[in-house]
């Protein structure tokens, strides 16, 4: 049977292609945008694809946009709305790290204890949080994003065992890398600040990294594989994907107890 959905950051993206792949499948789905423009956009595009989506601009830290989520009902929450910055932890600038806590972290959880109070209301339904692998893995020049999708492993699993009693799910997926432009465009971002004559870090060193970005996986697999677990029942708290990453991803959470400094 068909779910209500209610997605953020459905402008672009994993997020968009899922808003469009669910719908698709019969789901009533309210999608959100950061921006008006991506609004009109997202719009045009379900009606080209003939489906009826509800969408509506909602900046997440804006608390005007916030409050509008109180006028839907839903059976499943996606907490996908997110930015994406990298940088030296040692270098970056303040303001950036605390910009990416605002929207990753405070302005995420705060549309969540708006899901979770209408679904304790009810007494069932399920609230999913896009995670990433970088919830788990830490990767040099990744950490302002790493470091708020630490936090929300930490939040998802506590609020797991919170909401268990009445009768709401919780569950993350974390998609490894992939091609959407959403890590291409973040590594761009530190070039803004960064001045080789001020900054001790080596600029080599962070183009090095960057040239992991070239081997990108194709998001459409990433958009099924989320199709298939945002409106499911059952399956397991966390979903990683694809396989290799999360093969990856053990390997290095068992390394991490046999750590050195």
Same mark, same amino acid.
């Given at each position: 049977m068909g779910k209500t959905i209610f997605i953020t950051g459905a402008g672009s993206g994993l997020g968009k292609g899922a808003a469009l792949g669910l719908a698709k499948k019969g789901h009533r789905v309210i999608a959100t945008t950061e921006l008006t423009s991506q609004k009109t956009d997202l719009i045009r595009e379900s009606a080209e694809q003939g489906l009826d989506i &509800? =969408? #509506?601009?909602?900046?997440?830290?804006?608390?005007?946009?916030?409050?509008?989520?109180?006028?839907?009902?839903? &059976? =499943? #929450?996606?907490?996908?709305?997110?930015?994406?910055?990298?940088g030296p932890l040692g270098e970056v600038p303040m303001d950036r790290f605390r910009a990416l806590f605002e929207v990753n972290v405070f302005a995420t959880l705060e549309t969540v204890q708006i899901a979770a109070r209408k679904l304790v209301k009810k007494g069932s339904g399920k609230i999913v949080f896009m995670s990433s692998m970088a919830g788990i893995s830490a990767t040099p020049y990744v950490g302002p994003y790493t470091a708020t999708k630490h936090a929300i492993e930490g939040i998802a699993q506590t609020l797991k065992?919170?909401?268990?009693?009445?009768?709401?799910?919780?569950?993350?997926?974390?998609?490894?890398?992939?091609?959407?432009?959403?890590?291409?465009?973040s590594a761009e971002e530190k070039w803004k600040w960064f001045d080789e004559q001020k900054n001790f870090t080596r600029k080599e060193d962070m183009e090095k990294q960057e040239e992991a970005l070239k081997n990108q996986f194709d998001p459409e697999d990433m958009i099924k594989k989320m199709i298939e677990i945002i409106p499911a029942d059952h399956h397991k708290f966390r979903t990683v994907y694809p396989e290799e990453t999360e093969k990856q991803l053990k390997k290095t959470e068992k390394e991490r107890w046999n750590m050195e400094i």
């Open positions: &509800d =969408v #509506f601009k909602l900046d997440i830290t804006n608390e005007r946009d916030r409050d509008q989520i109180e006028e839907y009902n839903f &059976d =499943v #929450f996606v907490a996908n709305a997110a930015i994406n910055e990298g065992k919170e909401l268990k009693e009445f009768g709401v799910k919780v569950a993350t997926i974390n998609p490894g890398a992939f091609e959407t432009g959403f890590n291409k465009r």
